[in-house]
């Protein structure tokens, strides 16, 4: 969630034109409506939003099965969304070292990301990142989340 | 496709600010890249581009078989792509209807929809409307084509 004092200062860089840099990320399988509403609310933080998308490796690793499209199809329908300026793969090394080379003033996670906030800015701030942690608010969890959408999806498939 | 001297208006009517409304139509039942592609050429047409959504009723009557997204989900996804300046649903009754409604300057078709152009462009004569109509070329309609696509889907959730 946003502070107030925190609304206020992204209000006035955004009147002096200044760059305020967002980073979201997520694996975006099966483009939905609360992916672009997480986005949206990224956006809403500053005025350049840039994507990681995760590589299929990491799908696989993370979540026990492969993503349904692959990791060129999903970057590129993340780039095609109106509030994203930037969509890019996440790197194959350690998984910090593509967010440091974004450089970003705010990031955002995804209301179901596994991530401690705690944890990342520390982790960032030991490699020398200091910025923002903001968690997006979860939208219509019960039917727009990926892992529930598929086994839908696959119902209505299968009839 | 657009002949040169199409081009040239079009490329004349863009510079003097003139609005040029493209209509662009489709189910975009499991967003892909080839709907991307296509509502970015249909935009190329023109600098306004409205998107006539197919109700869940026509798809079923249409297709044969029901969407997997739900129409109020579909156009809302639709709306959110970059090209998309407006997207709303088909209408209930006649299919024309919508069509006269929006009066678009070109209507670009999908390359595998199911509609003769010169029989639409006599159909919408006589009820008034003079436009241009154009065919989308296909992308990589081996890979992005929703019926193809789904059944890979199927495929894999089933593994």
């Known amino acids: 969630m946003k502070t107030r004092s925190t609304r206020k200062k992204i209000t006035k860089n955004k009147k002096n034109n200044k760059i305020i840099r967002v980073l979201a990320q997520g694996t975006f399988d099966l483009l939905h409506a609360g992916h672009v509403h ?7 933080h500053g005025n350049h939003l840039t994507v990681i998308v995760a590589r299929d490796d990491s799908v696989k690793r993370v979540k026990n099965h492969p993503a349904l499209f692959s990791e060129r199809s999903r970057v590129h329908m993340v780039r095609a969304l109106k509030h994203v300026d930037r969509a890019v793969l996440g790197g194959k090394g ?21 991530v401690s906030v705690r944890k990342l800015a520390n982790d960032l701030a030991s490699r020398g990142l200091v910025c923002k942690i903001v968690r997006a608010r979860a939208f219509s969890p019960h039917v727009y989340k990926s892992s529930k959408l598929k086994k839908v999806i696959h119902q209505k498939m299968s009839t």
Chains 1, 2 share one sequence.
């Open 38 to 44: 997480y986005l949206r609310e990224a956006k809403s």
């Open 94 to 114: 350690n998984r910090l070292d593509k967010v440091l080379e974004i450089h970003p003033d705010v990031i955002v996670l995804g209301y179901d990301q596994a």
